[in-house]
């Protein structure tokens, strides 16, 4: 049976987009027949059968002994079957916690009795079942097939099984190499082996990064389970806990690795500066904007999480795709989180601050949507990790919620001296780009633009292309992206030193006199390129001192041109005659933006390759020319 045919996709964005496309296409129907009983060692095959609407939390529960027989609300023994001593009976998407000591072995049942009860009620937090979106890449024929659901009378059903662990044992020195390893699980499906071990098993459950699942097909009896846990080595002491979960809707808690030939967190580290991050989703729907769940996307609570974690710890690595495991040992767990409209459509945002300079991190995106026990999917989702580098240097600071420049989101020239409030200092940044843009807007009010098709400046586009275009070009070059002054630069990174010979660093120090012809000679000092910011706002009012600007990409500008009318006359460099001074550029196929483009939409094929005839603007021009 085919699930949901899922096109390769050239960014996570779009990625994330189908996911969810298929999240919702799935909701009610999570008891498609035929499931893969092999373990896959990347994950992606149960996209569609496991990524469901999750939970907020794995609940806690008191830890129980491995003799432990639970009690169902309204099932008694003679319904759930009888368990051998010393065997944990399992309930349809009821995750069990535990804890086990090193070298020991605990059982588990999922009963026959279990197969047979009610499909679980898919969770209902997200906006995602009130229509598919035009623009999907799940085929109407997959849709009716996954529309057949199993037969709750079936003698059959697939069984999903998923392990999540919580905690482990913990290094006794800080100079303890390696780490504790992963729990072993082993399965059954025989009534003669009810305690599957290391020598009697029919399978193994590949357990990695404290996360491992199975996924049974034609499941008619009960599955026994043993988990047990290897003996930790010499430095490292403690108990594992751990909760496992056997579901007949589909996993209980599931890791996306996501496809390892291209960028697939499903979260982007858009940048830094020395003590915060900023990070993103792809694009969540690409529903328009007029639409009701385009709507209920921007007005919902923030559903996805992030947790953030030093790379240095090693310790994180073997916990980095368990919810309970993120949740008990990231060392930064809280942010700003909203949802915005970046790039014209609504994604999640993330504002972590609180780190430390020059370290590398990682960062984790949850979903874990309130739903819990007894819900299809109620222990959430974890996303492959996504890794940042904290700047090293103090006068670059991260601005965004900026009410006319709203796609910025970036770290900007600053000074923690003079303007050590945050917000302060992007309302300065803003309020210059708005003051800018007043005459352009006077000056596209004399283009007639509610007129007859005859009368229009392009049939291809409008006045509402132009402002939008005018707009995102306007905050790159009057809002520039700041990077380290000890930053280096090659072949992709645009990065031009700023304020090299006109300013201190802000602890008082110069820039050190470099022989003649040097980058940092005292001929190229007094350069308008080297030796003052792009504008001279930012000298005089903010005063941050030298530092690196990542150039805004030249398509931007290509971009202004090609969608207002020729009347204002805006034209681009040439490339002979300082575009590299004013513009970088991104090259088709990165997976990473090397120039600035606020909110980093997909750039316009062909934009620059038209033939226009474009004439010198100036080098460093904060403002357009415009017509008054």
């Excluded at 970046?342 to 739903?371: D, H, R």
């Amino acid at each position: 049976m085919r699930l949901c045919l899922c096109w390769p996709f050239a960014d996570a964005a779009s990625a994330l987009l189908v996911y969810l496309c298929c999240l919702s296409t799935y909701q009610s129907l999570a008891g498609a027949t035929d499931a893969d009983s092999a373990v896959h060692e990347d994950h992606n095959h149960h996209r569609l059968l496991s990524l469901l609407d999750q939970s907020d939390t794995l609940r806690d529960g008191n830890f129980r002994e491995s003799s432990y027989e639970p009690v169902f609300a309204g099932l008694d023994r003679g319904i759930i079957g009888r368990a051998p001593e010393a065997v944990t009976a399992l309930a349809n998407n009821a995750p069990q916690p535990m804890n086990i000591e090193p070298g020991d072995i605990q059982y588990w049942t999922f009963p026959k009795s279990s197969l047979q009860a009610p499909y679980a009620k898919p969770a209902d937090d997200l906006p995602l079942n009130l229509s598919l979106t035009t623009n999907t890449t799940c085929l109407e024929n997959d849709l009716i097939q996954l529309a057949k659901k199993q037969n709750t009378t079936a003698t059959t059903r697939n069984v999903w099984l998923s392990i999540s662990v919580c905690d482990q044992p913990a290094s006794t020195t800080a100079g303890t190499a390696g780490l504790p390893p992963q729990l072993e699980v082993y399965l059954s499906r025989s009534s003669t082996n009810q305690q599957p071990d290391k020598e009697r098993h029919n399978q193994i459950v590949i357990v990695e990064g404290g996360y491992g699942y199975v996924n049974l097909s034609s499941v008619s009896d009960d599955i026994w389970v043993g988990v047990r846990a290897p003996q930790a080595p010499d430095g490292f002491e403690g108990i594992y806990n751990y909760e496992l979960a056997a579901s007949i809707d589909a996993l209980y808690a599931t890791y996306f690795n996501g496809d390892p030939k291209i960028n697939d967190t499903q979260i982007t580290a858009w940048d830094t500066d020395s003590n915060s991050s900023i990070l993103w989703t792809g694009d969540i729907t690409n529903s328009l904007s007029n639409t009701t769940i385009f709507s209920r996307w921007m007005e919902m609570d923030p559903p996805f999480q992030v947790y953030v974690h030093d790379q240095a710890d090693l310790s994180f690595q073997s916990m980095k795709r368990s919810i309970c495991g993120l949740r008990n040992h990231a060392k930064v767990q809280k942010s700003d989180n909203r949802m915005v409209k970046i790039g014209g459509q609504p994604k999640q945002l993330f504002y972590v601050n609180g780190l430390n300079s020059s370290t590398s991190y990682y960062a984790i995106m949850t979903l874990e949507t309130g739903s819990g026990n007894s819900t299809t999917g109620g222990g959430g989702t974890v996303w492959k990790a996504t890794s940042f580098t904290t700047k090293s240097d103090n006068n670059c600071q991260i601005i965004y919620n900026l009410p006319f420049c709203t796609d910025v989101a970036y770290a900007v020239p600053s000074n923690p001296i003079l303007h050590p409030n945050v917000t302060e200092l992007g309302l300065l940044y803003d309020k210059y780009a708005n003051e800018s843009y007043q005459n352009f807007n006077k000056s596209l009010q004399q283009i007639p633009c509610d007129t007859t098709d005859s009368a229009k400046y392009s049939l291809a586009r409008n006045c509402q292309d132009c402002d939008n275009a005018y707009r995102a070009w306007l905050c790159a070059v009057t809002i520039p992206r700041c990077e380290d002054f000890s930053a280096s630069s090659d072949d992709k990174r645009h990065l031009l030193p700023r304020n090299i010979g006109a300013q201190q660093f802000i602890n008082g120090s110069d820039v050190p006199t470099r022989p003649k012809g040097n980058l940092f000679s005292l001929e190229n000092r007094s350069t308008n390129h080297f030796g003052a910011s792009r504008n001279s706002m930012i000298d005089e009012k903010i005063k941050p001192g030298p530092y690196k600007e990542m150039l805004p990409c030249k398509d931007l500008c290509y971009h202004l041109t090609q969608n207002c009318p020729a009347a204002l006359q805006f034209a681009c460099p040439l490339e002979s005659r300082g575009l590299n001074f004013s513009y970088g550029h991104h090259r088709q196929g990165d997976k990473e933006w090397y120039c600035n483009w606020p909110g980093g939409p997909n750039l316009f094929n062909g934009a620059g390759a038209l033939g226009l005839r474009w004439w010198m603007v100036g080098v460093g021009v904060a403002v357009a020319l415009y017509v008054s």
